[in-house]
């Protein structure tokens, strides 16, 4: 796959996040909160150059440069995305190949880096990650919706030793996280749909989704359908713009507000289905 390098600059970048699927855009990499890299598929993109500049035009922003990228996996690009993060009792460690490293501990969760979203590095994932290891509740069955690497299908696992049902559109994200399921020795508690989600009558102890906020308000009936009575909704993906948007589709009497918190300019929410 050809791939390029966007760097784009200006006050309002998240502006972008709500157009990334419309112009290819594979990942993004914040650099400052004036600027940020865009790694977009060059057959996706160029065909949309012309709006994407216009969209760049009217939120006052500016694309700086543009490189090529080279003929491998994009997310190796990105160095600080192979380190190794702390969270909570879980130690992500990015893999630059679907091999484990010779020194590991018990602790660790394994990701191979790649077209999947989620290292664990993006202030969504990283506030996930942290708040599902803060939840009173133990979980016997989950629900992941826009799993993506599958990264909170694994920590939910190792945490709660949970059996998860993983729902993910993307072709190349569901095989990524195929390969982090076996890496991590998960691949039995863990079924993978590769499809939109589509509410139905299988109830879960919690639902964990980390998607665009559009998403999430669209698919409250489903959630709450699917949700036991008394249980945990944990959202993320939400820019701090688009809280109210969520306050006003999760709301009494079917939803209490248990916490939130921010992060780099994104939230996440712990919500709880009224009985």
Known sequence: MSWKILTVCGANILELLDVYSDFGVLGAE??????????????????????????LAQNDLQLTNEEIGEDQNWTIQCEELLEPLILGDIR???LHSARLPEKREARDLFLYVGMGFGTGHHATTHMMIEELQKLPDVPSSVLDVGAGSGILSVAAVKHFNAQVCAIEYDRDACENAEVNFTLNGVQDSIEMRA????????????????????????????????????????????????RGQILGAFREPRWHLESERERSGWMFFRLRRNS
């Open 92 to 94: 992500v460690v990015p």
């Open 195 to 242: 499809e939109l989600y589509t509410p139905s009558s299988t109830r879960y102890d919690l639902i964990i989704a980390n998607v665009y906020t559009e998403i999430l308000c669209q698919n409250e009936g489903g959630f709450y359908q699917q949700l036991a009575p008394g249980k945990a909704l944990l959202l993320s993906g939400i820019q701090q713009k688009e």
């Open 30 to 55: 914040e650099v400052s909160e004036s600027e940020i890299r865009l790694y977009v598929e060059t057959s996706h993109f160029e065909p949309l150059r012309e709006d994407f500049s216009k969209i």
